[in-house]
């Protein structure tokens, strides 16, 4: 009896010492993506009137030249982000073994969630929940779902689909002059209170490519591990889920293929410009530290 006193007093010790390892770790992340990036980045995940005031110039991502905020482009933008620093985080990437995981609950515990490329919710609560406080989408889904905006019935059911999502949905519309053109059609028709529209800052976004750039890592970030960042940088705890860049899987008996999506069917899936399993390894390393934590399987 007294050598399992000891044993339970030594195991508990020892996840003492781990818990503060790993919260020295993630303070030490943040500090030096802070020091790096610069105090002020985690106002800069989009554009507002506070980060962008009149007669300045905002760089396009993929393209030359740059867009100067004019007073009509000012009106159109949020004063500030409103949120502070972050307890709880959760990041939902679009892995197709999220599908069956019964992860929703976890997933909505999170004070807050960054959803990806605008999937839908209700279909998938149970393994993805439906909580939602940054959603992202990318702009050319204008072209795929709503022909290209080009009628206002097309915009319309664009405003109405988005009407799912509640905080920020966050567009990555810097990134080219004809990408912008297309947000701020869709921004003049979004007449809806469930969410803000804003758009994705490009400072922040290069800030963190550049970041991980100087860390071995060439290739654009995908939404996910950008996210997954940006969380990096103000949330005191990171739980990442549908983060798998593999076309198989194994559970306990045996294996199973996994979609790109959990969502949706993709031609070509699997051929993507983002090296994912590259920042799958950059994960797992973080997620070993303690600065991030990684789910994958069911959860209980």
Sequence with gaps: ??????????????????????????????????????????????????????????????????WKVSSKFYKSLPKKATFDRLTRCSVVGNSGSLLHSNCGK?????????????APLKPFAADAGTKSSLTSFNPSIFGKRYKGIAKQSSLKKFVSDMQQYHGYLWGACFSGRSTLDLCMKAISGYNIKENVFVLAHPYHY???????????????????????????????????????????????????????HYFEKLENEWKEPHAMNIEFSILVQLHLLGVVKIHNGKCE
């Design 1 to 66: 009896m007294a050598e399992e006193r000891i044993d339970s007093i030594n195991t508990r010790n020892t996840s003492v010492q781990a818990t503060a390892t790993y919260q020295r770790n993630i303070f030490t992340t943040r500090e030096g993506i802070h020091q790096e990036l610069g105090s002020n980045i985690t106002n800069l995940l989009f554009v507002t009137q506070e980060n962008s005031p009149i007669g300045s110039t905002l760089p396009f991502v993929y393209e030359k030249g740059l």
């Design 206 to 260: 290069k800030s963190f490519h550049d970041y991980w750039i100087r860390r071995g890592k060439k290739k654009l970030p995908s939404t996910g591990f950008y996210y997954a960042s940006d969380a990096l940088s103000r949330c005191n705890e990171t739980h990442l889920y549908g983060f798998w860049p593999f076309p198989r899987a194994f559970d306990d008996i045996s294996s199973y293929n996994v979609s790109y």
């Design 106 to 118: 976890h997933i909505d515990e999170a004070d807050f969630v960054y959803r990806c490329n605008a």
